[in-house]
C-alpha cells in the first residue's frame, strides 16, 4: 500500500461547479497536511496548509482532514476556468531540526469548462 | 516564486557524463530541498540541506549528490547521468522556522532529458 492515495482523474467540470479533491494514507504519524496546485510545466503553488485534523477555509478553497479516518480533502466552490491544473496533496511528519521531506500523491488532473 | 531560480531549465545530455543543476535563492532560507517528479511516482525527495554544508538524503538518493558551500545555492550533481534521470527537478525551500518546516515552496523546475 502506497503512504499516499491520490486518484488522478482526470476531473472535469462545468464551470460554478463545486469540485471535491481527496487523498487517503496510511501514516498514522503523519500531522501536517497541505494542498498544492500545479499548471503545466510549472512549479507546485502552495494553496493551503493544515496543523492535525480540521477544517481551513481561504477564499473559494477548504482544506479537511479527518485524522481517525486518515483522509483528506479540498473543495473548491465557484470553480473556474482558471483553477484547471494538477491538485497534489502532500503530508509530513515533523523530523527534528533537519527539515522534513513531504511525501506527495500523485496528483489529480482537474479541468473547469467555460 | 519565493525568490528561487533554478539553472539551467532545460537540459539534453548523454548517457554517462556529468550534470549539475543548481538552485538559488535570495532570501537566505536555511532549508532547501531537491526533488524529482515522474508520471506514476510525484514528487520525490532526492537530497535536502539544513544549512551551510549540512545535508541529508531523501528517499531517491542514490546516484546524486548535492553541495551546499553559500546560503543560497543549492547544486544537485549527477556524477554519471542514465536514462532513468530523465525528469523534472525541483527546488523547494522552506520559508520558515520550526514548527513550520512543512511550508515548502518551489521553484519553476529543471527539464532533464538524458539520452
Known amino acids: 500500500q502506497k503512504e499516499v492515495e491520490q486518484d488522478p482523474g482526470p476531473l472535469s467540470v462545468p464551470e460554478g461547479a463545486i469540485v471535491s479533491l481527496n487523498c487517503t494514507y496510511s501514516?498514522?504519524?503523519?500531522?501536517?497536511f497541505m494542498w498544492y496546485r500545479q499548471y503545466s510545466r510549472k512549479g507546485p503553488e502552495l494553496l493551503m496548509y493544515?496543523?492535525?485534523?480540521g477544517n481551513k477555509e481561504d477564499g473559494r478553497f477548504t482544506a479537511q482532514v479527518d485524522k481517525s479516518s486518515k483522509y483528506i480533502s479540498l473543495f473548491i466552490r465557484d470553480s473556474q476556468p482558471s483553477d484547471s491544473a494538477t491538485y497534489l496533496c502532500a503530508m509530513s511528519a515533523l523530523k527534528g531540526q533537519a527539515g522534513t521531506a513531504l511525501i506527495f500523491g500523485k496528483g489529480t488532473t482537474l479541468s473547469v469548462s467555460s | 516564486d519565493a525568490g528561487i531560480t533554478q539553472s539551467p531549465r532545460h537540459k539534453v545530455t548523454e548517457t554517462g557524463t556529468p550534470v549539475t543543476l543548481r538552485c538559488h535563492q535570495t532570501e537566505n532560507h536555511r532549508y532547501m530541498y531537491w526533488y524529482r517528479q515522474d508520471p506514476g511516482h510525484g514528487l520525490r525527495l532526492i537530497h535536502y540541506?539544513?544549512?551551510?554544508?549540512?545535508?541529508d538524503k531523501g528517499e531517491v538518493s542514490d546516484g546524486y549528490s548535492v553541495s551546499r558551500s553559500k546560503t543560497e545555492d543549492f547544486l544537485l550533481t549527477l556524477e554519471s547521468a542514465t536514462s532513468s534521470q530523465t525528469s523534472v527537478y525541483f527546488c523547494a525551500i522552506t520559508a520558515k522556522g520550526p514548527p513550520s518546516y512543512n511550508e515548502q515552496f518551489f521553484g519553476p523546475g529543471t527539464r532533464l532529458t538524458v539520452l
Open positions: 501514516n498514522s504519524a503523519f500531522q501536517y
Open positions: 540541506s539544513y544549512g551551510v554544508k549540512d545535508t
Open positions: 493544515t496543523y492535525s485534523s
